[in-house]
């Protein structure tokens, strides 16, 4: 028994040597290695190599650990050992900044160039929080309707115009799920993005908001969200044009960006996808789809210019952090024409700096060499909003509230109405909760309405 | 009446020989699965077939990144023999610091009397009970100040120590006659010899399933390296399949590859000590 | 001991004077206690660190209202964030009236229950009854959740139909007493509660919007376990004895022939187009002639095998199984659907809010049948002695008879060790699960109570409401396993 342990320990002490001495360290090359925490999607790499060219002696190494889930880089950064640089989607930003542990860039940002001016109107509030910038975009992205022309050819049915509308889509899909095939092959007329997706495509189209302007309240239960919802409900089981969970795949959760929304069409078996641009990264894997493909903007609703959520994968920086020079020359990379260029060839969404995605033709990559398949995302970049935040309640825990009532719609366990009933009321108690407990916020209301705070604040 | 007997006990022998089999394929059908699945070629992964029509040995080079993988001419950012080392290391790590330490403390909680033995005892047992989410964030502080972050020991010393360890080995300690130890004190024995020469021999199968049991555990698990690390060369494998997962997720055939490596050899040091791990419990056994 | 001072080695041959026995009981027990420091010192340094002083700064931490997040300002709330957990706000107005008679009746209820589990284990007068009462309730429950499709009542009903049912079986006769009382209470203080239900929502809301659908959760996936722990006694019992295959030449006789067999119908299956049904003859019959050759040892080693190799990868390797698109348990049920002509699609499995539960509660069952419970009752039914055994068959009993009064009893202190280790596994866990598999899953019906802590304490950094839920969690934990504890000492005790 003795001897057993002996030997173990001994090998552990050998082991552990080993681990030590074979770990390496940063390497000593005399350039600053910058951490930067996104997904490992191979397109990196070239994004990466163009920044080493442009700034010689600062170089960045990707940091796969966060995996999609924003509060372990959030951990790491509030314990000191987070990332340099890190790729904040949506509603990351609000958790961070608020954490604490985002390094305000508004002193950096005009004089490096990478303040809100270098990017797409629409996509510049999402870059500000209480007034100050936390992080400049790395691609920005918004969803048009991408569809299979093969499909469309196969069942003897028009490719959508233009500036099409609500009912003309609906018309579309009836006629792709009813005419019969030449090829004899059942489809699918729209792939089903996801609830929340959908939802809030047709909010912003609708001109919707979730909140108040100045965050106070929670305006989701307002026609146009009502009309939102129930337009997604109808879509699916009246005029049962949008496949139900319960019909078909739905999303798959595995990583990455592996939505089954976009297996269906990638398999050729549904017509349309809404998607943004970023769709053409994964082209290579579909030989077959190229040279067939189309996009139009998302139909447009209610006489109003058809509009779609702006959203954005955008990098801010560790306040922490030990590079932050170098991390700030990352930023200023990004804002840069030689990325955006690689952006654009390589069909990763849509480049930050608008001079480069003014058109069609320019916008033309590797991949997807047709102009008319790039000019409506160029279009809808024009009208997009994105989904706004309140800093009364944590964005996350609205979006998480907001998926769970679309999903209770979705499986017909509430009616839209009532859905949005309940979670405007549910945000709206959590805000008034939140004020009545936080001082910083109580402040923030008093500079925001020039009223003192009152308990009674909401009844007013 | 002989021949009746024999005749039903072969006919039950075969009953439960074809129960016990077609059981046993079912539960190791997913496995099965998952070896064919990673013999497929990509276009042919989301078919049911189980035996490849295409079979291909190609996933296996482009997981341990000797082979780039077709689709993005790139090679899998994977660090497969890394990850295993690190997760045998951490595991035999945490094996040797808990079951000796717990073999000490159980030897203090069965064979030795003292003041306050019980309570101590007591407050072990209870805080079993806590869920283990919660203490993971004290501890998390507590490395972040010893600046044990993202350091092999930062993972290991916290899961070195074990109440359930303890309490299992109490418990085969307890069945150990005290007769032993008062001829052995007789004969001049101090407690550390008693405890080397006389008790943990005689606890060996208890000391062995806690071994396995403690072993597996490192080995699987995850939560804890996964909020520790962030530096991919000391990631062990259930951390690493998990950073595959989120940026491959879409590569079945990729995935179960890398899952089949990750499994297969523990199959094969089951299979060689499952003997230990059986006459272990068996042994001791559970007092309630 | 009887042994003077100087020969003792406790005190190492030096003379001690002591006065009298106690001063020398004094020594020693200070001596044995340095030495118990001693050997205890390393574990209890790792304990206090980790364990004990962590477990203390939660407690303290529940109390106050500390966030990661700089802009709280940091202060003790008292009991708030328990009230925000678990308490209700009234709507509008409220009814007092309302509120105080439904807690009224939930504490009637709890302690109904806990009254009817003490007198079935003390074996009051009318216990039998009570149980069918308990059962009776139990299925109108079952029968009202399905027509109002409330998942609740299905599972409250459920629990109290099986306990009705094996409290109704027990050997003793039907009589009336005062055990009656706990059963007839908790059916009527649930009754109650289901009529109070609608007034109650109309006026009050949940503070925590999630804490109960959570709770409910946690314990749905807990279903698992009577499934497991019983299909771990099934495969236990199956193992026990060895195959009686006879002699080594026998055997390998065996072995061959099984292996040829499978080979050959397995061939014959690929040559006819069907090579996957090919592949499974040709495992069967391998697996019989290991079977054969090396007896129980194979199929042990086969059904451990999920419990040894669970972690990450055996989870990854479920998602890909219950993938609704590429997955080969819908692909397969598909086509079984199709071969009988039922029009039915397959279940989304884990992007199905109706479904992700029961795919985890199946992978549970997988992983755990044959698992460390099987071992342990093997162990525990190699300790049947056999003398009993075979007084049972010389008593004439059947299989039945001699599982019911001998092996069944027997076995209680291991099905007792099993089940209060389930039990607190059950209600503290799903984490695992729900961090790799779902993130919580479709619509927040894979989040158990571990994952909300999780949620809260990582995601909105909100540390001292996640340690409030894990305090609720663990009274909740302690409370069942001091239930199952009684209950077992109960069964002990007979």
């Not at chain 1, 595995?254 to 549904?270: R, V």
């Not at chain 2, 078919?47 to 029509?53: H, S």
């Not at chain 3, 009776?136 to 409330?150: K, M, N, P, T």
Request: charged residues 15%.
């Amino acid at each position: 028994m003795k001897a057993a342990f002996a030997l173990v320990t001994i090998l552990f002490v050998l082991m552990y040597t080993g681990a030590e001495g074979t770990l390496q360290g940063p390497k000593n090359d005399g350039r600053v290695h910058l951490r930067w925490a996104t997904d490992s999607n191979p397109a990196r790499d070239v994004q990466i190599a163009e920044f080493g060219k442009l700034y010689p002696g600062v170089t960045a190494a990707v940091d796969p650990s966060a995996g999609g889930d924003i509060s372990k880089v959030l951990i790491q950064c509030a314990t000191g050992v987070g990332p340099d640089v890190i790729d904040l989607y949506g509603d990351s930003m609000q958790t961070m900044a608020d954490a604490g542990v985002l390094l305000d860039l508004t002193p950096y940002a005009s004089k490096m160039g990478f303040d809100p001016s270098h990017t797409y109107p629409s996509a510049r509030g999402a870059l500000v929080y209480r007034g100050k910038q936390y992080r400049f975009p790395c691609n920005v992205s918004v969803n048009c309707i991408i569809y299979n022309k093969q499909i469309f050819d196969d069942h003897n049915v028009p490719y959508p115009t233009p500036n099409w509308t609500e009912q003309d889509f609906i018309r579309t899909a009836k006629l792709l799920l009813n005419n019969p095939s030449k090829s004899g092959h059942h489809h699918l007329a729209y792939a089903p993005p996801g609830g929340m997706t959908f939802y809030e495509d047709e909010l912003i189209g609708r001109g919707g908001r979730v909140f108040t302007p100045d965050g106070l309240r929670c305006v989701l239960d307002s026609p146009q969200s009502n009309s939102a919802l129930q337009d997604y409900y109808d879509l699916m089981f009246v005029y049962k044009v949008i496949p139900t969970p319960a019909d078909t795949a739905s999303i798959s959760s595995q990583g990455g960006w592996g939505t089954g929304a976009i297996n269906w069409f990638s398999s050729g078996d549904a017509a349309m996808l809404p998607i943004g641009r970023w769709y053409i990264c994964q082209l290579y894997n579909y030989p077959k789809l190229e040279g067939h493909l189309g996009s139009v903007l998302l139909p447009s609703v209610g006489g109003l210019p058809s509009a779609g959520v702006v959203s954005s994968r955008a990098a801010g920086i560790n306040v922490n952090s030990k590079n932050r020079a170098a991390a700030l020359k990352f930023l200023q990379y990004l804002a840069s024409p030689q990325y955006s260029n690689v952006i654009v060839t390589d069909g990763d969404a849509l480049p930050p700096d608008p001079m480069l995605a003014k058109s069609g033709p320019a916008l033309v990559d590797s991949a997807e060499n047709d102009p008319a398949f790039q000019q409506p995302f160029v279009d809808a970049i024009k009208t997009a909003r994105p989904i706004d935040e309140s800093p009364y309640i944590d964005a996350d825990v609205v979006t998480q509230w907001m998926g769970d009532y679309v999903a209770k719609v979705e499986n017909r366990l509430m009616t839209p109405k009532e859905a949005l009933a309940v979670l405007t009321a549910q945000v709206n108690q959590q805000i008034r909760r939140n004020l009545e407990r936080r001082q910083d916020l109580q402040k923030l209301y008093e500079q925001q309405t020039g009223k003192p705070y009152s308990s009674n604040w909401w009844k007013s | 009446m002989n021949q009746n007997k024999s005749g039903i006990r072969r006919y039950g022998f075969l009953v439960r020989l074809l129960v016990l089999s077609v059981l046993g394929v079912v539960i190791s059908l997913p496995f099965v699965w998952m070896v064919s699945a990673s013999f497929k070629p990509r276009a042919e992964v989301e078919n049911i077939n189980l035996v490849p029509i295409h079979p291909t040995a190609r996933n296996y080079p482009i997981v341990l990144s000797i082979v780039p993988d077709p689709g993005t001419g790139k090679f899998v950012p994977m660090q497969f023999g890394r990850w295993y080392f690190n997760s045998v290391f951490i595991a035999v790590g945490t094996t040797l610091f808990q079951v000796l330490t717990s073999a000490l403390a159980a030897f203090a909680f069965s064979r030795l009397q003292w003041r306050g033995r019980d309570t101590v005892f007591l407050m072990y047992l209870a805080t079993m009970m806590i869920p283990g989410v919660v203490l993971m964030i004290p501890n998390y502080q507590t490395m972040v100040l010893f600046h044990f972050i993202n350091t092999y020991h930062g993972l290991i010393i916290p899961a070195a120590f074990s109440a359930f360890g303890t309490f299992l080995l109490r418990q085969f300690m307890l069945s150990i006659s005290p007769a032993l130890d008062e001829a052995a004190t007789i004969d001049g024995a101090s407690p550390w010899m008693i405890f080397w020469d006389i008790i943990m021999p005689l606890a060996r199968p208890g000391v062995i399933a806690l071994t396995i049991i403690t072993f597996l555990g490192a080995y699987q698990s995850f939560f804890w390296p996964l909020i520790m690390l962030s530096d991919s060369q000391l990631y062990p494998m259930s951390v690493g399949m998990l950073t595959l997962d989120s940026s491959y997720g879409q590569q079945t055939e990729l995935i179960m590859a890398a899952t089949v490596m990750n499994v297969v050899p523990l199959i094969v040091i089951f299979v060689t000590c499952q003997k230990f791990l059986v006459s272990g419990l068996q042994l001791g056994g559970v007092k309630g | 001991m009887g042994v003077n001072a100087v020969g003792n080695p406790l005190t190492n041959g030096r003379n001690i004077e002591v006065s009298n026995s106690k001063g020398r009981r004094n020594v020693r027990a200070r001596r044995q206690t340095l030495i118990a420091i001693a050997f205890l010192l390393p574990n209890l340094l790792g304990f206090l660190a980790f364990t004990f002083l962590p477990v203390i700064f939660s407690f303290w931490m529940s109390f106050t209202n500390w966030s990661l997040k700089p802009a709280v300002k940091f202060e003790y709330v008292g009991l708030r964030n328990f009230i925000d957990l678990i308490g209700v706000h009234a709507i509008g107005r409220g009814d007092p009236d309302v509120l105080f008679i439904y807690v009224l009746s939930i504490i009637g209820f709890l302690g109904a229950g806990i009254g009817a589990l003490w007198g079935n284990i003390a074996d009051w007068k009318g216990t039998r009854l009570s149980s069918i009462i308990v059962g009776i309730a139990g299925l109108g429950f079952v029968v009202a959740g399905l027509v109002h499709l409330s998942d609740g009542l299905v599972l409250g009903g459920l629990v109290a139909l099986i306990c009705g049912v094996a409290g109704g079986f027990k050997d003793s006769e039907f009589s009336i007493g005062y055990g009656v009382l706990p059963g007839a209470i908790l059916a009527l203080t649930a009754a109650g509660l289901w009529c109070f239900q609608p007034a109650m929502a109309a006026n009050y809301a949940p503070n925590d919007n999630y804490f109960y659908f959570y709770l409910y959760n946690t314990c749905y996936l807990m279903l698992g376990i009577p499934v497991s722990i019983g299909g771990s006694l099934a495969m236990a019992m199956l193992l026990n004895e060895e195959l009686p295959t006879g002699p080594a030449r026998e055997r390998a006789i065996g072995g061959i022939t099984c292996l040829a067999l499978g080979l050959f119908l397995g061939g014959l299956l690929w040559a006819l187009g069907k090579p996957d049904a090919g592949l499974i003859c040709v495992i069967f019959w391998i697996v019989a002639a290991l079977g054969i050759s090396f007896n129980v040892v194979v199929y042990r080693t086969l059904f451990y095998l999920p419990t040894f190799t669970a972690g990450v990868a055996l989870m990854i390797l479920w998602m890909a199984l219950y993938n609704p698109k590429t997955g080969p348990i819908d692909v397969g049920l598909a086509a079984i659907f199709g071969f009988f002509h039922i029009h039915a699609t397959p279940p989304q499995w884990l992007a199905d809010v109706a479904w992700a539960k029961s795919a985890m509660i199946i992978m549970g069952v997988w992983t755990g049948i044959g698992g460390t419970n099987m071992l342990l009752y093997l162990a525990g039914l190699s300790n049947v002695p056999k003398e009993l055994i075979d007084a049972a068959n010389v008593d004439g009993a059947g299989a039945l008879d001699r599982f019911r009064h001998v092996t069944w009893p027997q076995l209680a202190p291991t099905t007792f060790f099993i089940s209060i280790m389930s039990i607190i596994g059950g209600l503290q866990g799903g984490f695992d699960q729900a961090r790799v598999m779902t993130q919580g899953g479709p619509a927040g019906s894979t989040t158990t109570l571990a994952y909300y802590i999780y949620q809260k304490a990582f995601s909105e950094l909100d540390m001292g409401y996640a340690a409030a839920i894990s305090w609720v969690l663990f009274l909740i934990v302690f409370v069942a396993t001091a239930i199952n504890w009684k209950f077992g000492k109960g069964l002990d005790s007979e």
